[in-house]
């Protein structure tokens, strides 16, 4: 006879994942979450039919937080290739930042460019260039000059290969007319703990001496934009502020470029 797993052990028979606390028994002594018997209509025991008992397993359950601890789990994305072990406490966060999720097009999500693309990571710059090619304008160092319009609410979204594709970033920029303000932002693509590797400078400036410039870090394409720019982590700058630089033809010139922090790199 085969010794079972502690992952069999620790399997709750109801819902077939590792038990939570509370952990309740059946008279005859097996174990399941609490949580699985309450609020469905569960009153005998799964395994054997008995009577179910209010009686906690609180050996098992802390040997179940013990070891949910120290274990280390494979990513959900496993099959794909994700090599990252993590503890019951970082998986669920580390699988909605991994590379092997599924993506969603960010040019429709971020500036309604009306695309229903889904697919991996390694798709994600070629369906720009592909589909969206008016997005793929800049580099990871870019000196531009753009037609800006404070009259309207505008949002643009800019695909980024750094160094020939070892890493991708989203710039992101907004003219919001209610809040009278613009910003600019960069996104690693990829996971939060990655995206603090990277920062950027940005630079406004026009043929005098004046210059308007910010060092930021990047976030993760997974961090809320909205919420970067709200708390103006990010670059942003006044209608009153950016007139200051705008040529006779409503035109800003600005340049940016993304760098990695070799000194927290790991
Ligand atoms: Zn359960
Ligand atoms: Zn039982
Ligand atoms: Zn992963
Ligand atoms: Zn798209």
């Given at each position: 006879m085969s010794v079972p797993s502690p992952e069999d052990i620790m399997k709750c028979p109801i819902c077939l994942e590792t038990m939570q606390?509370?952990?309740?028994?059946?008279?005859?002594g097996h174990s399941m979450c609490k949580s699985c018997i309450t609020g469905?209509?569960?009153s005998n025991c799964p395994t054997c039919r008995s009577q179910l008992t209010e009686t906690r397993n609180y050996q098992l359950e802390q040997l179940i937080e013990g070891l949910q601890k120290v274990l280390k789990l494979q990513c959900v994305y496993y099959y794909k290739g994700c090599k990252y072990d993590l503890t019951q406490q970082d998986?669920?966060?580390?699988?909605m930042e991994c590379k092997y999720r599924k993506f969603h097009c960010e040019g429709n999500k971020f500036a309604n460019l009306n695309c229903d693309w889904k697919g991996?990571?390694?798709?994600?710059?070629?369906?720009?260039k592909d589909s969206h090619p008016n997005n793929t304008r800049m580099e990871y160092k870019t000196d531009a000059t753009m037609k800006i319009s404070l009259n309207r609410d505008f949002k643009d979204v800019q695909i980024i290969s750094f160094f020939n594709g070892q890493q991708y970033f989203y710039y992101k920029h907004q003219i919001d007319v209610t809040k009278q303000k613009a910003y600019w932002h960069f996104q690693l693509i990829g996971l939060k703990?990655?995206?603090e590797n990277y920062y950027y400078e940005f630079e406004i400036h026009n043929n005098s001496l004046r210059k308007f410039k910010v060092t930021e870090f990047c976030t993760s394409d997974t961090t809320d934009i909205n919420t970067t720019f709200a708390q103006e982590k990010c670059v942003a700058v006044s209608f009153t502020g950016i007139k200051n630089y705008l040529n006779e033809f409503g035109e800003l010139h600005f340049k940016f470029r993304i760098m990695a922090n070799k000194k927290t790199r790991h």
């Open positions: 606390p509370p952990i309740i028994q059946c008279k005859v469905c209509r569960i998986k669920q966060t580390h699988e991996e990571f390694a798709g994600i710059y070629k369906h720009f703990s990655q995206a």
